[in-house]
């Protein structure tokens, strides 16, 4: 007879560096239900932006939602904002937003690589993925003067210029870093133990992806063509600097694993392609307008759809702002993935995810 045993997984666990509870029912080595508890963090931030900060402070203060998506989040509350004051931003300024998201995409997806190399035993390849990792927290530095909180999109642009030689040392550094990802990729491609056991596992049809409403890399590996980027052009030209969509069918852990990786080298084109035809002109187009009316605007950031919407009522100070982060979007699909795996299997399910609670957690 098997024996049905509840596991607890977080919101203190070595699988998972986040503030996120999973509750997985066994059957034996089986887990045959899983359920999610949220919402252990929670700052205030939506709030503070509607009680305490003037609206050409909120950019920055969102960018405290988080660390590892604070480019995404201050260009989503800087766009916002420009929509609700009516505000065309110069197209150099639309380049160097889309060259720091993209520079923060490389650092995130190698951040999340890491930790899945780590949930498998390879100490040594996340220290060395973490190594590489470096490469693109030093540019974001230069390009935006912080190496984690970057403050860089204002409401009218961006608040630095790309400076020569900070776009030379982009170019150098990416140089560097290119066949560290390609070796990167070859060991996903053929290592037993970090990834190939993992193929079937963790895995979800692109029609339930689809019905939960997966977004980012958990969507695309199971075959959901959604990315920001290819639907909004009105905001930032992602196609005409070479976005490509990467897709996969398998849904597994595998393939979220791949899809991040082939996602890196669509991020070394995109951002060869600003540097190498950034139009001249203002970083930024300052005006006195105040917000009125309601306004919504997407992003993709690391994890997928970032959402942030905005309600003005033509004072300094916005009447409302609400976030929808990537990760709150993915719960659902998260929960239904352990589903039918063995429990063993749990930490590289985890890793895949790449969960970010500190943007859902607000």
């Given at each position: 007879m098997k024996q049905q045993f509840e596991i607890p997984v977080g919101a203190q666990h070595i699988s998972l560096l986040e503030p996120l509870h999973f509750k997985l029912t066994t059957e034996n080595e089986t887990i045959v239900d899983a359920d999610a508890n949220l919402y252990y963090v929670h700052r205030g931030i939506e709030n503070a932006c509607v009680t305490k900060f003037k609206y050409r402070q909120v950019p920055l203060v969102v960018?405290?939602?988080?660390?590892?998506?604070?480019?995404?989040?201050?260009?989503?509350?800087?766009?916002?904002?420009?929509?609700?004051?009516?505000?065309?931003?110069?197209?150099?300024?639309?380049?160097?937003?889309?060259?720091?998201?993209?520079?923060?995409?490389?650092?995130?997806?190698?951040?999340?690589?890491?930790?899945?190399?780590?949930?498998?035993?390879?100490?040594?390849?996340?220290?060395?993925?973490?190594?590489?990792?470096?490469?693109?927290?030093?540019l974001l530095e230069s390009v935006c003067g912080n190496r984690v909180q970057y403050d860089y999109s204002i409401v009218g642009g961006v608040n630095r210029d790309l400076r020569p030689d900070v776009a030379a040392d982009i170019k150098t550094k990416?140089?560097?870093?290119?066949?560290?990802?390609?070796?990167?990729?070859?060991?996903?491609?053929?290592?037993?133990?970090?990834?190939?056991?993992?193929?079937?596992?963790?895995?979800?049809?692109?029609?339930?992806?689809?019905?939960?409403?997966?977004?980012?890399?958990?969507?695309?590996?199971?075959?959901?063509?959604?990315?920001?980027?290819?639907?909004?052009?009105?905001?930032?030209?992602?196609?005409?600097?070479?976005f490509e969509m990467i897709l996969d069918t398998a849904g597994d852990v595998y393939a979220r694993n791949m899809v991040r990786i082939k996602e890196l080298y669509v991020a070394f084109r995109i951002i060869d392609n600003i540097l190498n035809g950034l139009p001249e002109g203002d970083i930024a187009n300052i005006s006195k307008a105040l917000p009125e009316g309601e306004a919504i605007v997407r992003v993709e950031a690391p994890r997928g759809e970032l959402m942030h919407y905005a309600r003005g009522n033509k004072t300094n100070v916005l009447e409302r702002l609400k976030i929808k982060a990537p990760t709150f979007s993915n719960v659902g699909a998260m929960v239904e993935i352990f589903k039918g795996n063995q429990y063993a299997s749990a930490p590289a399910i985890i890793a895949s995810y790449d969960p970010c609670l500190s943007c859902t957690a607000r």
């Open positions: 960018g405290r939602v988080c660390g590892l998506c604070s480019v995404s989040h201050g260009t989503a509350a800087a766009q916002v904002i420009e929509k609700l004051t009516k505000v065309e931003i110069p197209l150099r300024a639309k380049y160097l937003r889309m060259l720091v998201i993209e520079l923060d995409r490389i650092h995130s997806h190698l951040l999340c690589l890491a930790h899945v190399a780590e949930n498998s035993g390879f100490e040594a390849l996340f220290m060395q993925t973490m190594r590489d990792r470096e490469y693109s927290m030093e990416l140089a560097l870093l290119k066949p560290r990802v390609q070796a990167l990729h070859e060991v996903f491609e053929t290592n037993w133990s970090l990834s190939l056991k993992n193929k079937g596992v963790g895995a979800i049809s692109k029609e339930l992806a689809m019905k939960l409403n997966a977004v980012g890399p958990l969507a695309r590996a199971a075959g959901v063509p959604i990315d920001v980027r290819n639907e909004t052009e009105d905001l930032l030209p992602w196609k005409e600097l070479g």
